[in-house]
């Protein structure tokens, strides 16, 4: 059976306007596949990388890593899913902008019944990103209950499910933001402090915090903008966890920098190294299912854009005017 869907597609990289609304083909799963019926969409800032080109993927693309809704069929070999199953996922490859997709069914995870299919949207590729960081992207020695950790873009998706999981493990997590409004949305999800980038040196806030001991480990998405003094507010043998780049990607540096300011370690982090395998991805995820069934981590939806105003959606996350999750509704 082939059926068509609506799809948001790329002929080439660029801004926000070469994405555009289109019809295609959705035929029937082949091994180790799904086909899946959605009813809500996350947004995430993969999305915008992919589309500007600084992930250069092949041409045209279908945008989107991640939806939550039903799955239709299944193809030989699928053996955790069934047609008519609840279901969510963050996954490669790209292709969640849509109505209706066939797609690897290795990253999709049955959605537990009390998670609606927004939450089950706006949760997988952030909630597992938070939970590879907190749990598994560790300074020397680990983290323990009262340990400071200081976390980039705190109000975004990612960092108020960090705030939340931070506070649950017991750690203490600074976090900053581009306002006051954003510093005390992260405090009100868990942040211990809060620093208003703008406003304040986030490092001589840091050190102050901390007695001017710094930090085990600094959990940061901007990239360019403040890689440099990240790396002043970690302590010796500190880790530098880069997981993103929404300043623009850091520039080359002598791996000596990092002895002369105490032996650090600096991570370059991906989610789907460690979603690799449908073992790993299950066991993250029934991680993520738990914490927010039991209430642990809300799940705050800021945004919500129809699919045709997708546009709309990629030009204010790149202008920071989200906060939040955002999902694209069908």
Request: charged share 20%.
């Amino acid at each position: 059976m082939t059926t068509t869907s609506k799809a948001i597609r790329i002929d080439r990289h660029g801004g926000a306007e070469e994405m555009q609304l289109v019809q295609v083909e959705v035929g029937e799963p082949g091994p180790g596949e799904i086909r899946i019926r959605h009813k809500a969409i996350g947004l995430n800032f993969i999305d915008v990388y992919q589309r500007s080109g600084l992930y250069q993927l092949p041409m045209p693309l279908q945008l989107g890593m991640e939806a939550s809704g039903i799955v239709e069929a299944v193809g030989a070999g699928v053996t955790h899913l069934a047609a008519g199953d609840r279901a969510a996922y963050a996954s490669q490859p790209p292709g969640s902008y849509s109505e209706l997709r066939v797609m690897p069914a290795k990253n999709v995870c049955k959605l537990p019944d009390g998670i609606d299919f927004e939450t089950g949207a706006a949760m997988m590729l952030k909630g597992l990103t938070a939970q590879y960081l907190l749990k598994k992207t560790l300074p020397q020695g680990g983290l323990q209950r009262g340990d400071h950790v200081l976390f980039h873009a705190a109000a975004g998706g990612v960092g108020l499910i960090a705030c939340q999981w931070a506070r649950a493990m017991g750690l203490e997590l600074i976090g900053t933001a581009g306002s006051p409004e954003k510093c005390q949305l992260a405090l009100a999800h868990g942040a211990a402090h809060a620093i208003d980038y703008k406003r304040e040196d986030f490092l001589a806030r840091v050190k102050e915090i901390t007695g001017g001991k710094g930090v085990k480990v600094v959990y940061d998405s901007i990239g360019k903008d403040t890689f440099d003094k990240s790396l002043d507010c970690l302590q010796p043998f500190g880790l530098m966890a880069s997981f993103g780049n929404a300043s623009g990607p850091v520039p080359p540096f002598p791996p000596g920098l990092l002895g002369t300011k105490g032996s650090l370690y600096l991570t370059r982090a991906t989610l789907f190294t460690h979603i690799a395998t449908r073992e790993s991805n299950q066991a993250m995820a029934d991680d993520l299912f738990d914490v927010v069934l039991r209430g642990d981590v809300k799940i705050r939806i800021d945004q919500r854009y129809p699919l045709e105003q997708v546009q709309q959606a990629h030009r204010d996350l790149e202008a920071r005017k989200t906060t939040g999750c955002t999902i694209l509704t069908l």
